[in-house]
T-cell receptor
Framework: AQTVTQSQPEMSVQEAETVTLSCTYD???????LFWYKQPPSRQMILVIR??????QNATENRFSVNFQKAAKSFSLKISDSQLGDTAMYFC??????????????FGKGTKLSVIP | GAGVSQSPRYKVAKRGQDVALRCDPI?????LFWYQQALGQGPEFLTY????????KSGLPSDRFFAERPEGSVSTLKIQRTQQEDSAVYLC???FGGGHTEAFFGQGTRLTVV
C-alpha cells in the first residue's frame, strides 16, 4: 500500500513571495505519478501540477514547480510570486502508473496555505 | 455541462435516514470515481466505475454504502441508515479514459448527519 505524508498542516506567505510545501511518500513501486491538487473553499479539487516518476526533469506550470527526489521519496511544491488567489488547501497525491488499483489516487492530509496581503 | 456536477451541495440527514448523492460526470467520460473526505483529512477512495461496470468497491466503508451507474453516465451514491461518522464531503471525479488521463473533480456534497 502507498502512503502520502504532508507534515505542514498550515503555512502562510506574504503576497509576491515564494513558498515551498513538503510531501513525502512511501511505495515499493517504481513507476507512478505524483500530483499536487488545490482545494479552495468551493471544495473543488483542481490539478496544479503532475510528475511522472520515470521523468528526471522536474515539472513546472507557470508559477508552480516541483522538486522531485525519487530516491528520497520527496515531492515538494514551490509557488513563486504568491497571489491572494493561491490561498487554499493543497493536497499531495500518488497514483500507480499501471496494474491493480492504478486508477486510485492516494492523498495526504493537506496543507492549508494562506497568502497574506 | 462543462464540468462534473454534484447535487445536492449540502445535505443534512437525521441519524438513521437514507440519503442519495448524485454525480453528473463530464459528457463522454468513461471512468467515474467516488471519494470521501472527512473534516481535516484528504479524500479517500470509495469506488470506481468504468462505464456502467463497478470495477472496484473496496473503499466502501460498510454495506450501508451502495453506488450505481446504470447507464454509464450519471452515478448515485446511496447511504442507508446514516450514522454520525458518515458526516463528510463526498467528492465525485470523472476521467476520459483509464489511469493515464486526468481526473476532474466536482464540488462535492457536504453531508452532515445529526
Amino acid at each position: 500500500a502507498q502512503t502520502v505524508t504532508q507534515s505542514q498542516p498550515e503555512m502562510s506567505v506574504q503576497e509576491a513571495e515564494t513558498v515551498t510545501l513538503s510531501c513525502t511518500y512511501d511505495t515499493s513501486e517504481n513507476n507512478y505519478y505524483l500530483f499536487w491538487y488545490k482545494q479552495p473553499p468551493s471544495r473543488q479539487m483542481i490539478l496544479v501540477i503532475r510528475q511522472e516518476a520515470y521523468k528526471q526533469q522536474n515539472a513546472t506550470e507557470n508559477r508552480f514547480s516541483v522538486n522531485f527526489q525519487k530516491a528520497a521519496k520527496s515531492f515538494s511544491l514551490k509557488i513563486s510570486d504568491s497571489q491572494l488567489g493561491d490561498t487554499a488547501m493543497y493536497f499531495c497525491a500518488f497514483r500507480l502508473y499501471s496494474g491493480a488499483g492504478s486508477y486510485q489516487l492516494t492523498f495526504g492530509k493537506g496543507t492549508k496555505l494562506s497568502v497574506i496581503p | 455541462g462543462a464540468g462534473v456536477s454534484q447535487s445536492p451541495r449540502y445535505k443534512v440527514a437525521k441519524r438513521g435516514q437514507d440519503v442519495a448523492l448524485r454525480c453528473d460526470p463530464i459528457s463522454g467520460h468513461v471512468s467515474l470515481f467516488w471519494y470521501q473526505q472527512a473534516l481535516g483529512q484528504g479524500p479517500e477512495f470509495l469506488t470506481y466505475f468504468q462505464n456502467e461496470a463497478q470495477l472496484d468497491k473496496s473503499g466502501l466503508p460498510s454495506d450501508r454504502f451502495f453506488a450505481e451507474r446504470p447507464e454509464g453516465s450519471v452515478s448515485t451514491l446511496k447511504i442507508q441508515r446514516t450514522q454520525q461518522e458518515d458526516s463528510a464531503v463526498y467528492l465525485c471525479a470523472s476521467s476520459f479514459g483509464g489511469g493515464h488521463t486526468e481526473a476532474f473533480f466536482g464540488q462535492g456534497t457536504r453531508l452532515t448527519v445529526v
